[in-house]
């Protein structure tokens, strides 16, 4: 690091801090010191910088799979730097194994992960995650925790193969699938692809919210250079580990918090990166999360200009056609950050204490390889995302534009609605159901209230009958959000959600809506006087709970442009909106 500086004077640190209140500080030392020297400490080791490790294994979470094998060489990274680790369990949470979605529980994970890193002596923290909520929350805890952190991705997982075929989680698992439902494929045969998807452990080998989030962090400057790409189980990600050991000793050394590295120009890196990866748009709602925990507001309208500027450069499935074990093998981030250079915030801190210019510049010159377009040549003249408005959507909708269909792009259709997800599941197989390849299917109710947790429904299937026929696209529109590893001209967090009372609740199948991503509207075209007789007519009361987690969500959770997080733990007074100055 290029500076090394003792904590402030008078300012406890080590073992000395967060002391438990008993009434007498020097008991509660003594008392402290003689219950961890029965783990077996000496008093030596008690001296040394301590540095936590939020540890998120979990037998639920096969992401997260070599999280025993990561945190080994994190220790041995830590006490090679003179650091004493210390390794405490976290929520753990798996996209798969989550009811009813992950992202109910995420803002309970980034509470966690505050109040440990918070109750307990530590000078700095590891935070070891990758599948999609995990990074976002443990970012978000870290960041009002306030203390020195790195992030340590668990790394994506192996692609398998299928006669002769590559496949890997999870676009493959959403192509196969659609391929069955279609009747294109056996179920004998969709069996057998079933378990060459998932071939080791690990997150998505494709730009899924997981992989989006790895690069995001990398490009906010929060994992030492290179920490995002290395696969699962490869032994260069356990030597990410170990490096990252060592500069959490550093930093800790150091006192470099994330309040000097989650600045405006770190997360406006992080949007141009978010663009030019064709990444997740869960990463919106994500960045919109962390951003706030930081003190900042993410302008959508602003990330759209943005977006005109910022092509795609990464050809990586759903948007084009490698995986992430590619993306490594072309220089991962090195590669990447390379081509945005003009682009970027050079001079934004990293947790090495070095500038993220000087991070590229020490990754060295490029290579030749196909995963990584140059700017004069991406495989998206726009960024990923486009961000649409209208009287369907005054707060804001987004669409992933690198991963729809281009003759779906500008479309005028026929609203079929679907008033929640039993009524999806109930109708959308139905042979009766009035519906054609040029209408518009609707889905409401599933957005941060609706659902409650706004889940991955919004890529829902086409309807039976016409993926028999041979639809693969249709616009769908919805106030809740898809995987990042998803594919089709898909319109999501409808803004503010039918839930609450937003413009969508008030959608009648037959209704006519025009989508045109080239002037970035999303309109009902319906008259604002016929839109209020509905309300009046058919007043929304928005969803309770009588106790426990499920009502503190309901009651305090924000809308998709504030990052669904809770309304309590987001900072009064912003500092100001991204991408913006500072």
């Not at 928005?542 to 998709?560: D, I, N």
């Amino acid at each position: 690091m290029n500076e090394d500086r003792d904590p402030p004077e008078g300012v406890p640190t080590g073992m000395r801090q967060g002391l438990t209140s008993y009434g007498d500080t020097g008991f509660s030392l003594f008392l402290r010191k003689a219950f961890i020297k029965g783990a077996g400490l000496s008093e030596a080791a008690l001296e040394r910088p301590v540095i936590g490790i939020a540890s998120t294994g979990s037998a639920y979470n096969p992401c997260h799979g070599n999280a025993p094998q990561l945190i080994e060489a994190l220790k041995r990274g830590v006490m090679l730097a003179g650091g004493l680790p210390m390794e405490f369990p976290t929520i753990s949470l798996h996209e798969s194994f989550a009811a009813p979605t992950s992202m109910v529980l995420r803002n309970l994970m980034a509470m966690d992960t505050e109040e440990m890193i918070r109750a307990q002596p530590m000078d700095a923290v590891v935070l070891v995650g990758g599948c999609d909520k995990t990074v976002p929350a443990q970012l978000m805890g870290a960041a009002s925790a306030g203390k020195p952190a790195i992030q340590l991705i668990t790394g994506s997982m192996l692609t398998g193969s299928h006669r002769g075929e590559r496949v890997g989680a999870c676009t493959d698992c959403r192509r196969w699938w659609a391929r069955f439902r279609a009747q294109e494929v056996e179920a004998d045969e969709i069996a057998v692809v079933n378990e060459q998807l998932v071939p080791s452990v690990g997150t998505c080998s494709v730009m899924g919210t997981a992989s989006t989030m790895a690069c995001i962090a990398e490009a906010l400057g929060m994992t030492v250079p290179g920490g995002a790409s290395p696969p699962a189980v490869t032994a260069e990600r356990m030597r990410v580990a170990e490096r990252t050991g060592a500069q959490a000793v550093q930093m800790a050394r150091a006192g470099l918090g994330p309040d000097r590295i989650l600045t405006a120009k770190a997360f406006e890196n992080a949007m141009r990166v978010l663009l030019a990866i064709g990444g997740s748009t869960n990463a919106v709602v994500h960045l919109a999360a962390i951003a706030g925990r930081a003190g900042f507001e993410l302008d959508l309208k602003a990330l759209d200009r943005m977006g005109t500027e910022t092509p795609v450069l990464l050809d990586l499935k759903p948007s084009g056609a490698h995986y992430m074990e590619d993306f490594h093998a072309a220089g991962g981030m090195a590669t990447l950050l390379r081509e945005l250079k003009p682009l970027l915030h050079l001079d934004a801190l990293t947790v090495t204490g070095r500038t993220l210019g000087e991070e590229i510049e020490a990754a060295g010159p490029g290579f030749a390889q196909d995963v990584v377009r140059p700017l004069a040549r991406p495989i998206y003249p726009q960024g990923g995302i486009a961000v649409l408005q209208g009287n369907l959507a005054p707060g804001g909708a987004i669409v992933k534009q690198s991963a729809a269909s281009a003759a779906l792009m500008e479309h005028e259709g026929r609203a079929v609605v679907f008033e929640d997800a039993a009524d999806l599941a109930l109708r959308i197989d139905d042979p009766a159901l009035d519906v054609h390849a040029e209408d518009i299917l609707v889905l409401k109710r599933i957005g941060p209230k609706g659902a409650p947790g706004m889940p991955e429904a919004g890529a829902f299937p086409i309807p039976l009958k016409l993926a028999r026929a041979g639809v693969k696209d249709m616009v769908r529109i919805s106030d809740g959000r898809m995987s990042g590893t998803a594919f089709g001209t898909i319109v999501l967090h409808v803004t503010p959600e039918a839930a609450v009372g937003g413009p969508l609740a008030h959608v009648r199948s037959g209704d006519r809506i025009r989508l045109s991503v080239q002037r970035r509207e999303l309109a009902l075209l319906v008259t604002d006087e016929e839109l209020a007789a509905r309300a009046k007519a058919n007043p929304v009361r928005e969803p309770t709970a009588e106790r426990g987690y499920r009502k503190l969500f309901l009651q305090t959770v924000l809308q998709a442009d504030r990052g669904v997080d809770f309304d309590f733990l987001v900072p009064p007074g912003p500092k100001g909106r991204i991408p913006g100055g500072g």
